[in-house]
T-cell receptor
Framework: DSGVTQTPKHLITATGQRVTLRCSPR?????VYWYQQSLDQGLQFLIQ???????AKGNILERFSAQQFPDLHSELNLSSLELGDSALYFC??????????????FGAGTRLSVL | TQLLEQSPQFLSIQEGENLTVYCNSS?????LQWYRQEPGEGPVLLVT?????EVKKLKRLTFQFGDARKDSSLHITAAQPGDTGLYLC??????????FGSGTRLLVRP
């Protein structure tokens, strides 16, 4: 158990809908990262928050947004869903926001299926 | 754009055989991490290497970081069915994100 909790584990929805994925980081970790894992693309970095502030953006679509709350949990919002958004979405957390040995611990992921 | 290429993409071997997985890039990384991911789970960190030429051993797994910090390898000795999974390398720099390779899917047959 990594200590990172993601809910829900599975999500099935229809095109055009909006969903929210939730992540609780490890106790004491200030940074939260979101990744998308598709069958043919490996893990793609989406966005990072550090202590409530957006720290970095990766390949995140404009239809997607995230935030980190004062209690440090984070939510990833996906809207106007398309079939191609079907993927595993992982949250990871780390103590620091950056650094050479910034070890990230991953949750078990949310499997999103858009029908 | 920083990219990490892993090879091979798929590997199916018999229990007891040895294997090596490679992770290559044209970019220099400050650190290189190896993860293993099993179905339905998130990636689990196996090791982090930070010094060029560094070698780390974890039981039957040996990890090496290239001298120029652009490549890494994972060698498994006497593979066992429990080693089956998706192996991912990830490069880190002094900033925030990890650049992941596309992974090597390993199947060890009993």
């Amino acid at each position: 158990d990594s200590g990172v909790t993601q809910t829900p584990k599975h999500l099935i929805t229809a095109t055009g809908q909006r969903v929210t994925l939730r992540c609780s980081p490890r106790s004491g970790d200030l940074s939260v990262y979101w990744y998308q894992q598709s069958l043919d693309q490996g893990l793609q970095f989406l966005i990072q928050y550090y202590n409530g502030e957006e720290r970095a953006k990766g390949n995140i679509l404009e239809r997607f947004s995230a935030q980190q709350f004062p209690d440090l949990h984070s939510e990833l919002n996906l809207s106007s869903l398309e079939l191609g958004d079907s993927a595993l979405y992982f949250c990871a957390s780390s103590v620091a926001g950056a650094g050479t040995q910034n070890i990230q611990y991953f949750g078990a992921g949310t499997r999103l299926s858009v029908l | 754009t920083q990219l990490l290429e892993q090879s091979p993409q798929f590997l199916s071997i018999q229990e007891g055989e040895n294997l090596t997985v490679y992770c290559n890039s044209s970019s220099v990384f400050s650190s290189l991490q190896w993860y293993r991911q099993e179905p339905g789970e998130g990636p689990v960190l196996l090791v982090t290497v930070v010094t060029g030429g560094e070698v780390k051993k974890l039981k039957r797994l040996t990890f090496q970081f290239g001298d120029a910090r652009k490549d890494s390898s994972l060698h498994i000795t006497a593979a066992q069915p429990g080693d089956t999974g998706l192996y991912l390398c990830a490069g880190g720099d002094s900033s925030y994100k990890l650049i992941f390779g596309s992974g090597t899917r390993l199947l060890v047959r009993p």
